[in-house]
């Protein structure tokens, strides 16, 4: 269980753009800016996005993030077979003082 | 180029004691507003923070493994550490070092932008 909630699974085509979301509550995402990290297949998870919206350098742009409120999401626009990851967001939870991570979404490339 | 090394037991044996260590090289960790954390994930689950030591030796953990987590920064030879008390089968888990510009509970964090490899650590008798 974690105290931000993501979708465990989600899948796309080639070219087509998914969004993942993460739903957190005023403690965590409604006051502290949210990082997200591509976990590959038996590899450590790589930062993807800080700040709720900045790419770290050498991130494609086809990388999106954003945040209203409670909750925040992850785009990828033209889908590629090597997005295949479980992708997580993460921020600061004053309530718990903690750094705290969602249980993750698998993207599955079809 | 920064690149950090996780190395320690691999197998603790329950109510003994995990160490860990993490080697950085290309950087360190003395280097102002950097933190540098600890990360673990138990098998087909998700991620959970174990705590940070900034570059002044400052520390912070989850106040879940609080009572157990002792970090500690080796400035000599450019790497930190991390022992974990009386370990139960619930701490077997992949463990992660990572770098991060600021710290997790600071307004201006960066995320954690470097991450070592990962260490799997088993708990068992």
């Known amino acids: 269980q974690s105290v931000l909630t993501q979708a465990p699974s989600t899948s796309g085509t080639p070219g087509q753009r998914v969004t993942i979301s993460c739903f957190g509550s005023?403690?965590?995402?409604?006051?502290?800016?949210v990082n997200w990290y591509q976990q590959l297949p038996g590899t450590a998870p790589k930062l993807l996005i800080h700040?709720?919206?900045q790419r770290p350098s050498g991130v494609p742009d086809r990388f999106s993030g954003s945040k209203s409120g409670t909750s925040a999401s992850l785009a990828i626009s033209g889908l590629q077979f090597e997005d295949e990851a479980d992708y997580s967001c993460?921020?600061?939870?004053?309530?718990?003082?903690?750094?705290?991570f969602g249980m993750g979404t698998k993207v599955t490339v079809l | 180029q920064l690149q950090l090394q996780e190395s320690g037991s691999g197998l603790v044996k329950p109510s003994q004691t995990l160490s860990l260590t993490c080697a950085v090289t290309?950087?360190?960790?003395?280097?102002?507003?950097?933190?540098w954390s600890w990360i673990r994930q138990p098998p087909g689950k998700g991620l959970e923070w174990i705590g940070y030591?900034?570059?002044?030796?400052?520390?912070y953990y989850n106040p879940s493994l609080k009572r157990r987590v002792t970090m500690l920064a080796d400035r000599s030879r450019n790497q930190f550490s991390l022992k974990l008390l009386s370990v139960t089968a619930a701490d077997t888990a992949v463990y992660y070092c990572?770098?991060?510009?600021?710290?997790?509970?600071?307004?201006?964090?960066?995320?954690?932008?470097?991450w070592g490899q990962g260490t799997t650590v088993t708990v068992s008798s």
């Open positions: 990572a770098r991060s510009r600021g710290a997790p509970n600071e307004f201006y964090f960066y995320g954690m932008d470097v």
């Open positions: 290309g950087g360190f960790i003395s280097s102002v507003a950097y933190s």
């Open positions: 030591i900034s570059h002044n030796g400052n520390t």
């Open positions: 005023n403690s965590n995402i409604g006051g502290n800016s």
């Open positions: 700040t709720n919206n």
């Open positions: 993460a921020t600061w939870d004053d309530s718990l003082n903690s750094y705290v």
